[in-house]
T-cell receptor, first 115, second 112 residues
Framework: GAVVSQHPSWVICKSGTSVKIECRSL??????MFWYRQFPKQSLMLMAT?????????EQGVEKDKFLINHASLTLSTLTVTSAHPEDSSFYIC???????????FGSGTRLTVV | DQQVKQNSPSLSVQEGRISILNCDYT??????FLWYKKYPAEGPTFLIS?????DKNEDGRFTVFLNKSAKHLSLHIVPSQPGDSAVYFC???????????FGAGTTVTVRA
């Protein structure tokens, strides 16, 4: 079946530094990838939609200069949290559209802690 | 504005009994609904889905019911097993939109 690999699974960084999270589709080409953020005991909130070769579409309230998304190939999308602050600490999850109508596969998530 | 709502944050059920999870939505343009299971520190895994042209879909122990007029769907798990203990998310999308809207989740605990 479709597999999405997300790395790292957890990361601790200092305030002011940048962190890159990778999301790879291993056995299929993902024309569309989604990035979510989940706060403790809350829902998954869509941050942005990325399409291969074009600029990401950000949801309202998400700072595009802070959360840089690159979808340079059909199998890789990256989310870079720039100048991270403690309030950026969260669980970030990517998802890829599998190409099958209505099919989605999620990565295993990344726990980001900014100290 | 939360378009998908799961009003029960938690559910405790005895092993072997039925678990019923509820989900309501407000957007009448939604036409496809999905249920996901999620363990802590992991990504959601797909369980079952239903299209708006149906009112029931069954897959093994999991059955999803859709009531379009009430904008309500439910997930039935029977019999419940200890491994079912997890957070369950309801999600929905429209026919012209690839984006999924998620509910807040329901934490299911299956007691032995």
């Amino acid at each position: 079946g479709a597999v999405v690999s997300q790395h790292p699974s957890w990361v601790i960084c200092k305030s002011g530094t940048s962190v890159k999270i990778e999301c790879r589709s291993l056995d299929f080409q993902a024309t569309t990838m989604f990035w979510y953020r989940q706060f403790p005991k809350q829902s998954l909130m869509l941050m942005a939609t990325s399409n291969e070769g074009s600029k990401a579409t950000y949801e309202q309230g998400v700072e595009k200069d802070k959360f840089l998304i690159n979808h340079a190939s059909l199998t890789l999308s990256t989310l870079t949290v720039t100048s991270a602050h403690p309030e950026d600490s969260s669980f970030y999850i990517c998802s890829a559209n599998t190409g099958v109508f209505y099919g989605y596969t999620f990565g295993s998530g990344t726990r980001l802690t900014v100290v | 504005d939360q378009q998908v709502k799961q009003n029960s944050p938690s559910l405790s059920v005895q092993e072997g009994r039925i678990s019923i999870l509820n989900c309501d939505y407000t957007n009448s343009m939604f036409d496809y609904f999905l249920w996901y299971k999620k363990y802590p520190a992991e990504g959601p895994t797909f369980l079952i889905s239903i299209s708006s042209i149906k009112d029931k879909n069954e897959d093994g122990r999991f059955t999803v019911f859709l009531n379009k007029s009430a904008k309500h769907l439910s997930l039935h798990i029977v019999p419940s097993q200890p491994g079912d203990s997890a957070v369950y998310f309801c999600a929905a999308r429209g026919s012209n939109d690839y984006k999924l809207s998620f509910g807040a989740g329901t934490t299911v605990t299956v007691r032995a």
